[in-house]
């Protein structure tokens, strides 16, 4: 009975521990399938999270190609007008060029006919000019016969000459036709030839007023003036009569201002092989001059003029046009407010002078003008006219004589010496 309950407690050990492991076995398969469940709810909501994104990233999508088809759609249609409107464009100046050609070619036509006909004419117009030729010779002969006429009677008695011109005005009217002649002589006429007969053989150029003479290299040598520019330019006009000894050209005119110490200078220095002075408008802006023809030692006449209309500029020489241009400083303005200065050209507002750029020599009858001049104004000048009006600055406005430079009262300018 012992050995039967020893094995039966055997036989339940062993199968409590087998139903044991048939138990965890069966629990860990109920484990795992539980744990296969779960991870496919977590992949079943990714996946749903993940095509909730990519429905939303398709519709965003949609949506912007829907815009930008809708823009295209826009652009296209403005593309088809403008298309549209350069075709027309095109096909008018297709229109305008073929009425171009045509009308060159009608010119042609009528240019080829016109050198047909003048070379048909070619000894019509040979005679013609033949004989212009000779009428032009005919004059000079008359006209070299009066000179000769006033050369004698001159020599033999200046009052005798008087009357001679007098009486022959009817035959040189054309030498002065600023003189209004009629046959009965009025006083007035008398009265005008009379002051034209003093001019004439006197020889004398009477509208200078005065004369700076400025003797040698100097900073200490200089002109100011208490009259100075007080609006803004846009047009000047600058003449002077000039003699130079010196063998070159400094510096004859210098106005600074706070802002630009070059707002309006003729610059010249001392330089073996001067042929040029810098005509400065607002540094660094500039144009350069001749003036070889000026340092001779004889008195000659110039006369700057600018208008920032259009940029453009003239400089005289004795009457004679040296040299023009344009697109110089336009619509520039000089500013009111600067020194002006005779002399000297100003590194700073009244001084900072260089002895190699001072001038050397005299100038008479200086004068500025706010207005362009004409060519006849310049040529009244120099032929001893009065001065245009509209002087802005003159020798009559000078402040201060600086140095050696003295300033000479001379009417005319045979007596500036």
Known sequence: ALETSYRLLVFKQIFFRRFQQMTLTRLQGIADNYNVSYNIDAHFQLLTEQYQNISDNINGFKATAENDLSSLKFWTRKLQKKSKKLDLKVNALEKAVNDINRQQTKDKKEQKNQITSLFANKDKIEANVQILQEAVNGQRVKVDQFEEQVRTALQNDVKGFFFFFYNAIPTVSFLCPFLSVTSSKPPQVTLLLSQLFFTYTSGLVCNVKSMLYFPNSSTDDYVTFKKGVSTGIH??????????G?????????YATEENDNKLVLHGRNSTTQTSIHFVIGDPAYRELPVDSLLD????????IWSSIEGKYWYYIDRRLVSTGSKFQKGYEISPGGSLVIGQEQDSMGGGFDITESFVGSLAGFAVWNQALTPGEVSGIVMGKGLPRGTIITLDDIAEVKGNVQHIACGCLEYCF
């Open 297 to 304: 030692g004889k008195w000659h006449h110039i006369c700057l």
């Open 246 to 254: 010196s063998g070159y050209l400094g510096t004859m005119l210098s």
């Open 235 to 244: 047009e000047l006009s600058i003449c002077t009569w000039l003699q130079v």
